[in-house]
């Protein structure tokens, strides 16, 4: 690195000279389209056509992300020198020099701050277009100082990485900024601010594997070339042909290694979403406090009909209802180990004014049945939740669990473990609903809450009719039968203490009337968030660990005798009243026979 300012502000004005020089192309490298009348191309550097993403100079995308004229550039006047005197065909220096006059940078890297829909944000952008937008240790400084920068302004940072990796002209130096970048993004990270990374094409490499990884969010333009080995490197150790579409963005989407894939023209809106929900300034309180909704009791022979209802293909999904109690809201994908579960949805949304993070099992997905990685997405964001200090919401609509092989051997025991594990203790208030199928572990895993709602033609239990049916009476055909016996309906769960209010639907069910279904809902779970936010997170931990604890707790034998002595002194009562209310009444007829 150069600290001589004289000698950096000359090759910054050199820089300068050139930023409007840059050539464009006549043609789409894709399709072979000319593109050269085309305002969509000259803006985003995207085909008209075929949606192909050019590669986009660091400031023209600082130009369609930023709010305009709001950035502001920071650490200019850092330039690469030659630790190594490394040699080859050119000097190192003489190759820095020449990209600075041909892309109008001083390094691979443009820093500074900015706004994005009125966000203040802090920006990174690398530019393949500088020496493959590798990293040396001024681009690690850089990235590393504008993460800081983003701890002390306490606003959060969006970096959008073009890089084939480390710079191998400055050896292992160039190396040791994986580590300095990504020991930044951590302590960002330990100060609760954002971090949105955006993956282009391509991102591979030491880059790719140090801080942009580390992002709360992971975003990506289709058809990136992303991975952490060259295509080339992978397949001679392979020693296959790679799949089709493998080490792009829409094949790690898929692998759960991202959370969208985005189109170049769509992304400022949905980093301004984003920025919004995760730099949330709103919190909902109680002005006050509503009474419940009344909610008709259902008599032991509706068992089965509630059975029914619960799992009528028209009742409305958990997607259903999200897009019906919430705005704005953005999906979260993948569990950032192995893959994604469309049957756990979940995301960022904004509930009544307020962020929250929003989960749920979708059963137009494999029947909502999850797989490890759709509870370990879960996991995701709840600790997301826990970090920017948003409620949690989870519809509950399962059969259970996915029992199959591939499943047990991706871990299905450890992940409904660890997801209730970490709802026991999640620091910040969570409300769960069962709003179909309440399936045993695979509806109690997302099911630990600080208040538990369930609606009115839902089920709850820890094992279907059917099964139940089998292991008794060895016949599935008298499910019907026994469904009341396992006391599974809404009254039967709030009589039980599992429950801790029923939330009524339209008549006939939630699939006559989705609409008011939803408004019904959303006015539930907003009674009960409202009533657990008034509550500090440790108290909200603790009442929560206590609420369980008492769940299914064993009493003394003096206790239970007492309390079986109560209970029949009160029927004696009981009936001791009605049979006096009975003799009065008969008198009183007496009476009026005799007048």
Same mark, same amino acid.
């Not at 040791?176 to 990374?197: C, E, G, N, V």
């Not at 009544?352 to 137009?364: D, L, M, N, T």
């Given at each position: 690195?150069?600290?001589? /300012? ?10 300068? !000279? ?13 399709? *072979?389209?000319d593109v050269s009348k085309s305002e969509l191309f000259h803006r985003y550097r995207v085909c008209p056509e075929c949606r192909f993403h050019h590669s986009l100079p660091a400031r023209q995308r600082i130009e369609v ?21 490394? +040699? ?8 820095? $020099? ?16 900015? @706004? ?6 802090? =920006? &990174? ?36 990485? !073009? ?7 400055? *050896? ?27 993956? @282009? ?22 058809? %990136?070339?992303?991975?952490? %080995? ?6 001679? @150790? ?5 799949? /089709? ?20 023209? /769509? ?22 406090? *509503? #009474? ?5 009791? $259902?008599?032991?022979?509706? &068992? ?7 799992? $009528? ?11 019906? =109690? ?20 979940? *995301?960022? %949304? ?13 059963? !137009? ?50 992940a409904i473990a660890s997801t209730m594990a970490l709802m026991s203790d999640l620091p910040t208030p969570i409300v769960s609903v069962i709003i179909g199928q309440g399936g045993s572990e695979g509806a109690l895993a ?5 208040? =538990? ?22 016949? @599935?055909?008298? &499910?019907?039968?026994?469904?009341? +016996? ?15 209010? =029923? ?8 699939? /006559?009337?989705?609409?008011? %279904? ?21 108290k909200i931990v603790k009442n929560r660990y206590k609420k369980y604890r008492r769940m299914g707790e064993y009493s003394s034998y003096f206790r239970a005798a007492i309390s079986k002595e109560v209970s029949e002194l ?22 009026? #026979?005799?007048?």
């Amino acid at each position: 690195m150069k600290d001589k /300012k004289d000698f950096s502000a000359q090759t910054a004005n050199q820089v300068d !000279s050139v930023e409007e020089q840059q050539p464009e192309e006549e043609y789409c490298l894709f399709c *072979g389209i000319d593109v050269s009348k085309s305002e969509l191309f000259h803006r985003y550097r995207v085909c008209p056509e075929c949606r192909f993403h050019h590669s986009l100079p660091a400031r023209q995308r600082i130009e369609v992300l930023a709010d305009a004229g709001s950035f502001k550039e920071t650490n200019r006047f850092l330039i690469s020198i030659d630790p190594l005197s490394f +040699s080859g065909k050119e000097l190192y220096e003489e190759r820095i $020099h020449e990209a600075q006059l041909r892309t109008g940078l001083t390094e691979a890297v443009l820093t500074g701050v900015c @706004t994005i829909g009125g966000n203040p944000t802090a =920006i &990174a952008v690398l530019d393949f277009g500088f020496m493959g937008g590798n990293m040396g240790g001024v681009v690690g400084e850089k990235v590393a100082l504008t993460f800081e920068l983003a701890a002390k302004r306490k606003i959060p940072i969006v970096t959008v990485i !073009s890089s084939g990796g480390a710079r191998l002209q400055e *050896g292992v130096l160039s190396l040791m900024q994986m580590a300095k970048t990504a020991a930044a993004a951590k302590r960002l990270h330990a100060q609760r601010l954002p971090h949105i990374s955006v993956l @282009t094409n391509p991102a591979s490499g030491e880059v790719y594997a140090s801080f942009p990884n580390l992002g709360d969010v992971i975003l990506a333009e289709p058809q %990136a070339l992303i991975g952490f %080995a060259p295509l080339r490197v992978v397949q001679e @150790t392979s020693g296959k042909p790679l799949p /089709k579409g493998s080490h792009t963005s829409e094949d790690h989407l898929n692998h759960g290694m991202i959370d969208q894939v985005v189109d170049r023209t /769509k992304l400022r809106q949905l980093l301004s979403i984003l920025l919004d929900l995760l730099s949330a300034r709103y919190r909902l309180t109680m002005t006050k406090r *509503g #009474q419940p909704y009344p909610v008709l009791e $259902h008599p032991e022979e509706q &068992a089965w009909e509630t059975v029914q209802l619960a799992r $009528h293909e028209q009742r409305p999904t958990a997607l259903d209802y999200i897009s019906r =109690i919430t705005t704005s809201f953005i999906e979260l994908h993948g569990d950032r180990h192995y893959g994604d579960d469309n049957a756990v949805v979940c *995301g960022i %949304a904004e509930f009544s004014g307020e962020a929250v993070i929003i989960i749920g099992q979708e059963r !137009s997905h494999n029947k909502g049945r999850a797989y490890p990685e759709g509870f370990r997405k879960a996991q995701r964001a709840m600790r997301m939740a826990a970090v920017f200090g948003m409620p949690v919401i989870t519809l509950i609509d399962t059969p259970g669990a996915y029992p199959g092989i591939d499943s047990e051997e991706r871990g299905i025991g450890q992940a409904i473990a660890s997801t209730m594990a970490l709802m026991s203790d999640l620091p910040t208030p969570i409300v769960s609903v069962i709003i179909g199928q309440g399936g045993s572990e695979g509806a109690l895993a997302l099911g630990v809450a600080d208040r =538990i709602l369930m609606l009115e033609n839902a089920i709850y239990s820890v094992i279907s009719p059917e099964d139940a049916a089998s292991i008794i009476y060895r016949d @599935t055909k008298k &499910a019907e039968k026994i469904a009341s +016996s396992l006391r599974l309906t809404a009254t039967d769960c709030k009589e039980l203490g599992v429950i801790d209010a =029923i939330v009524p639907e339209p008549e006939g069910g939630a699939h /006559k009337d989705p609409e008011e %279904a939803a408004r019904l809902l959303k006015n539930s779970i907003l009674r009960a968030l409202l009533d657990v936010q008034q509550l500090s997170p440790s108290k909200i931990v603790k009442n929560r660990y206590k609420k369980y604890r008492r769940m299914g707790e064993y009493s003394s034998y003096f206790r239970a005798a007492i309390s079986k002595e109560v209970s029949e002194l009160q029927d004696l009562l009981h009936r001791g009243f009605s049979m006096l209310r009975e003799r009065l009444s008969t008198s009183e007829k007496e009476e009026d #026979q005799h007048n």
